[in-house]
Structures are given as C-alpha cells and as structure tokens.
C-alpha cells in the first residue's frame, strides 16, 4: 500500500534558524511528488513537483529535493512567515489510480 | 481573479438533511477533484472529473454524489448528512489528469462542514 510519512510532525525554529523537514515514500511507481503549503483556515498553496532521484528546485528561503526514498525540504534563514503547514504528496500512477497520497504534514513555527 | 472558488467556505446544518457545495476554477484546467481533510488534518481525495468524466472515485459513501455541469465547475452534494461527515471540504484543479505532465492541483479555499 502507497504511504507518505512526514517528520517531524511539529517544528519550532527561531528565526534564522535553518531546517529540514522530510517526506519519505513508499510507492510502487513514483510520477512525481509535490510540496504544498498551507495555512490555517486555507486550501493548500503549491509550492514545487519533483519527477526523479535528484532534482532540486527552489523558491525564496525553499529549497525541495528528491531521493528514491525520500523528499526534504530546506528552510534556510526561515521568517515567522514561514509559519505554515507544509505537506508532501506522491503521485503514483500505477497503484492508486493516479490519486495524490498526502502525508500529514509538518506543522512549522517560526518565532521571531 | 480568483482561481478556485468554493461555495459557501461555512456551513452547519443538521444531521440528516441534504446539502450541496459549489466549485468554480477560471484556469481552463481539464480536471476538478474533491477533496475531505478530517480533523487530524489528513487530506484524502474523494472524487476525480477530467472534462466532465468520473476519473476517480474513492470509497466514499453513497450518499456523496459529484456532478460536473461543465469542465469549469465540480459540485457535491451530500444526502442525509451524518455526525461523521464533519470535516473540510477541498476543492482542486488541474491542467492534465493525475498522470499527465502538467498535473500540479491547485486547491480552492475550502468549506468547513459542520453537521450537528
């Protein structure tokens, strides 16, 4: 069965303070695995997709890359901004019907 | 210049009543999901159309019933609602199906139901 596990479920950084959050996957034919956002009391924010073993993709303080086993996220010099949840999905056309599997997510706080 | 809109973003309503949630997308995308995140926060897909087309259909419960007028709108409605069918609804888009290449969702602001 296709599973994403998040870790750690809960992040606390100061402000500055670099970190890594990760999403490890087992799947049995991985089409692509996407990072999301997302604030309480709003729909997820797309932030980036990965396809292979690899890749790296970036945006502001963000910084995703890939593995076959897992993903991590970056957080370099995080902002109380950055607070947020941030959820990993996999794509996995061959088990699931091509359904987006979500981890639960890691809740980040950044204090200023 | 709102991408995925959902109607109404509250609703509480009775056990056993039937109510409806309305999705709107203005990207041109082809696919519309439906999506229920409980209250552990775990996001589960319900529902895929891919131009007016059931794609996806999870193991929900009957009483959940998608329709898609045209490509541009996914609508659920929900019969004889139970205690355990409060959670928040999401609805997504995206330009290609779950196995195509441009396959990112893009996600409306969500609908938190409440069933008393």
């Known amino acids: 069965e296709d599973q994403v596990t998040q870790s750690p479920e809960a992040l606390r950084l100061q402000e500055g303070e670099s970190s890594s959050l990760n999403c490890s996957y087992t799947?049995?034919?991985?089409?692509?695995l996407f990072w999301y956002r997302q604030d309480p009391g709003k729909g997820p924010e797309f932030l980036f997709t990965?396809?292979?073993a690899g890749e790296e993709k970036e945006k502001e303080r963000l910084k995703a890359t890939l593995t076959k086993k897992e993903s991590f996220l970056h957080i370099t010099a995080p902002k109380p901004e950055d607070s947020a949840t941030y959820l990993c999905?996999?794509?996995?056309?061959?088990?699931?019907?091509?359904?987006?599997?979500f981890g639960k997510g890691t809740k980040l706080s950044v204090k200023p | 210049d709102t991408a995925v809109s959902q109607t109404p973003k509250y609703l509480v309503t009775q056990m056993g009543n039937d109510k409806s949630i309305k999705c709107e997308q203005n990207?041109?995308?082809?696919?519309m999901y439906w999506y229920k995140q409980d209250s552990k926060k775990f996001l589960k897909i319900m529902f895929s159309?891919?131009?007016?087309?059931?794609?996806i259909n999870e193991t929900v419960p009957n009483r959940f019933s998608p329709k898609s007028p045209d490509k541009a709108h996914l609508n659920l409605h929900i019969n004889s609602l139970e205690l355990g069918d409060s959670a928040v609804y999401f609805c997504?888009?995206?330009?290609?199906?779950?196995?195509?290449?441009?396959?990112?969702?893009?996600f409306g602001p969500g609908t938190r139901l409440t069933v008393l």
């Open positions: 997504a888009s995206s330009q290609d199906r779950p196995g195509g290449h441009r396959n990112e969702q893009f």
């Open positions: 999905a996999v794509l996995d056309y061959g088990g699931s019907q091509g359904n987006l599997i």
């Open positions: 990207l041109g995308h082809d696919t």
């Open positions: 159309y891919n131009n007016k087309e059931l794609i």
């Open positions: 799947v049995s034919g991985l089409r692509g």
């Open positions: 990965l396809y292979s």
